[in-house]
């Protein structure tokens, strides 16, 4: 009877996207971990408030795990609308009204925290989903349903799991954050929603059997995810998330404080010079440059130019994020012909992108880098030297930037209607900008971001005979399940 419910679950559900919930709680763990010397590194040394970023990028899945009928379309809602920029702002917003800092009480700053995980599984998913996923469907032929759960099995085959957090949701926030939306969220909704998944998978002891168990299954049919879901050098790798995630934070920390000034929109890049591009072939995601955000941007808003070192232009289609939702945390550019091995390109934003927050560039963003050569002792490509690494074990603090060049250049323009801006300088904090106003919060509703978690959970529940950690579920339900009839 229950192995027959789970199936029709199973059949019913539909796919899944991003990486999995243990990817989401790791490299946000990791991403705080390696956080600079910064007011925002401090925050985070209080475990529980660290725990509550842990359990909102576990929370932001939660919906889609619901079983129940009745309350399926709602869970759905709200998970998909964690997700995105239009949540991001209006909670930083919210708070700006409700709640501004500094924060001095612990349920004060585990709220911040919750925001802050919730936005980093949502940025997670844009990177992983936009430039991960094409190489899993390029190299392995793979796809989301299997991508998601396959690499969630892998770090716990790998043994790379160690952040369980404990539930935790700012309820009454959140709760005034949906009331935007036409399903009517309920707490009964998200109570239910969170319970299956930290019942099902959010926990040392079944969540990790099954991830076990989905990495064992979908391992025979990802031998090149299998190799690179943690490979620095590929973007949209758990690894290459970390700084992205990083510097998101600390991103969302500056709106929270009012600080995050035009100049410091763009976040992140891939390439992340000095470090060369991934590769040249046109055909794979290795040549596409990716400029991220902090803050979400109009889709439309970017107006990019390509050259190389001659000035000659080079050919791109520019892409949004995989889901073309119309807050974008990043834009894709990629090129139509190969790319030329050890040639140096520029790459330039134009003044003018709209943020979610009313703000808008007053300068360009020019972003320089090279191909790697085709030959390792080709001297036109030197070897880098050491450069700053993301550590998925320990808590080193990040370099605040590399020794070498900066990733961002900025050059001043005149531009008539802006006001000028000091050159690009992460976690400064000391920038005069507007407060922050209120992001629409309006559901995308148009990824197809569909039943992932339980989709795993059932995929793997099947599969498992009684085990040790079936027992500890058992004892953990007290009898009591939500999936039963
Ligand atoms: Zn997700």
């Not at 890049?269 to 941007?297: E, Q």
């Not at 360009?364 to 070897?383: I, S």
Request: with cysteine; charged share 20%; proline share 9%.
């Amino acid at each position: 009877m229950r192995r027959a419910l789970l199936l029709a679950l199973l059949l019913a559900s539909t796919s899944a996207a991003g990486h999995g919930i243990m990817g989401h709680m790791h490299v946000t763990g990791w991403a705080i971990e390696n956080l600079p010397e910064s007011e925002l590194r401090a925050f985070f040394q209080d475990p529980e408030v660290k725990n509550a970023a842990l359990f909102g990028a576990a929370y932001t899945d939660s919906g889609y795990g619901q079983p129940k009928d009745e309350l399926k379309a709602a869970a759905r809602a709200y998970s998909e609308h964690t997700h995105w920029e239009p949540f991001i702002a209006d909670f930083v917003a919210w708070l700006g009204k409700n709640d501004p800092p500094p924060w001095t009480t612990l349920e004060q700053k585990k709220r911040v925290a919750f925001l802050m995980g919730c936005a980093a599984h949502g940025l997670q998913d844009e990177i992983f989903d936009s430039l991960f996923l094409p190489q899993v469907e390029l190299r392995d032929k793979g796809g989301q349903d299997n991508a998601d759960p396959g690499t969630d099995g892998f770090l716990a085959l790998d043994g790379k799991l160690r952040f369980f957090p404990t539930p935790y949701y700012p309820i009454e926030t959140v709760l005034a954050l949906y009331k935007k939306l036409p399903e009517g969220v309920t707490q009964n909704v998200i109570d239910k929603s969170v319970k299956v998944v930290v019942d099902f998978y959010v926990n040392a002891e079944f969540g990790v059997a099954v991830a076990k168990t989905l990495g064992t299954r979908h391992e025979p049919a990802l031998p090149w995810t299998r190799k690179h879901y943690l490979d620095s050098g590929v973007p949209g790798s758990l690894t290459s998330e970390i700084v992205p995630t990083m510097n998101y934070l600390l991103a969302i920390w500056e709106r929270l404080h009012g600080r995050l000034g035009p100049e410091r929109t763009v976040s992140f890049t891939f390439p992340d010079p000095p470090r060369r591009i991934a590769g040249t072939d046109a055909a794979t995601p290795d040549s596409w440059v990716t400029i991220l955000y902090g803050v979400g941007v109009a889709r439309d808003s970017l107006s990019a130019t390509w050259s190389d070192s001659a000035g000659g232009a080079v050919s791109f289609e520019r892409r949004n994020t995989r889901w073309d939702a119309e807050w974008t945390r990043l834009h894709r550019l990629q090129p139509s012909k190969a790319l030329v091995p050890g040639e140096n390109y520029t790459v330039s934003a134009a003044a003018g992108l709209v943020r979610i927050d009313g703000q808008k560039t007053a300068q360009p963003v020019t972003l320089t880098f090279q191909a790697p050569c085709a030959t390792t002792d080709d001297p036109k490509c030197p070897p880098l030297g050491p450069l700053p690494e993301a550590k998925r074990e320990g808590a080193t603090p990040y370099p605040m930037r590399p020794e070498a060049p900066p990733v961002v250049e900025v050059t001043p323009v005149a531009e008539p209607s802006s006001v000028a801006e000091p050159a690009v300088v992460l976690d400064a904090g000391v920038s005069a900008a507007p407060s922050p106003s209120a992001g629409g919060c309006q559901p995308t509703g148009d990824r197809s971001h569909g039943l992932g978690l339980l989709l795993c959970l059932l995929l793997a529940l099947l599969g498992l005979r009684p085990t040790h950690a079936a027992q500890a579920l058992t004892q953990r339900l007290g009898g009591q399940r939500d999936l039963s009839l």
